[in-house]
């Protein structure tokens, strides 16, 4: 029997500059068809994520959450940017080629993904967000396969 144990790490955010701190970190580890899924109650934090994430990867253009779109696609940085909001999705099976992004090249980040864990890849580093107060975070930052698990262990 395989027992495979996962371990769930922790990083304290303060404020929007440690949240875009980290995923500047998360980002200079970036690697061709990388998922990053985050979830968290509205406000906490995810777009201010990708903000960071997308200004390390050089992208220029304002970085706001696809929420009618689904999906923004950015192409002006070192590597290209899925950005996904799939909060107003309602079928899965019929709305987007999921696939085609989890496979492809760029990067692709999924707000409120847990909508979709059933669409998810196996391999994913998964962030959930917590609201502590007005200011403070807690990033539960959760590893799927070694990958991802050298990432978090490298950048926390």
Request: hydrophobic share 35%.
């Amino acid at each position: 029997m395989n027992l495979v144990i996962r371990m769930d790490y922790k990083y304290t955010s303060r404020n929007e500059n440690d949240t875009m701190e980290l995923a500047e970190n998360i980002e200079s580890e970036k690697f061709p068809g990388m998922i990053i899924c985050l979830d968290g109650e509205l406000g906490s934090g995810k777009t201010v994520f990708v903000k960071g994430f997308a200004k390390s990867l050089g992208i220029t253009e304002n970085i706001t959450s696809p929420t009618f779109n689904i999906v923004k696609e950015y192409e002006s940085g070192e590597m290209k940017l899925n950005h996904m909001d799939v909060y107003r999705i309602e079928d899965t099976d019929e709305t987007i080629a999921f696939n085609d992004y989890f496979k492809g090249d760029g990067v692709t980040i999924i707000e409120w993904a847990e909508l979709i864990e059933d669409k998810l890849p196996d391999e994913r580093l998964e962030i959930k967000f917590k609201v502590i107060d007005e200011n403070t975070r807690v990033l539960v930052l959760k590893p799927y396969g070694q990958k991802y698990e050298d990432l978090v262990n490298y950048v926390l």
